[in-house]
């Protein structure tokens, strides 16, 4: 991940990261360690997202 930009905890504890320069949305472990999954690219319309 390039210039991580944002991040969010939902409700039911999902941490959620934007990759501003990488044009990313990860989702991590509870912890922030461990990548999840890919939630949004630069591929589903992503421009710095933050």
């Known amino acids: ?6 991040i969010h ?3 039911q504890g999902q941490v959620l990261v934007c990759g501003r320069y990488s044009r990313t949305v ?5 912890e922030g360690r461990k990548k999840l999954a890919t939630l949004a690219t630069i591929c589903d319309g992503l421009s710095r997202p933050q």
Do not use: E, F, N, S
């Open 1 to 6: 991940m390039k210039c991580p930009d944002g």
């Open 9 to 11: 905890v939902t409700a």
């Open 26 to 30: 990860l989702q991590l472990d509870g």
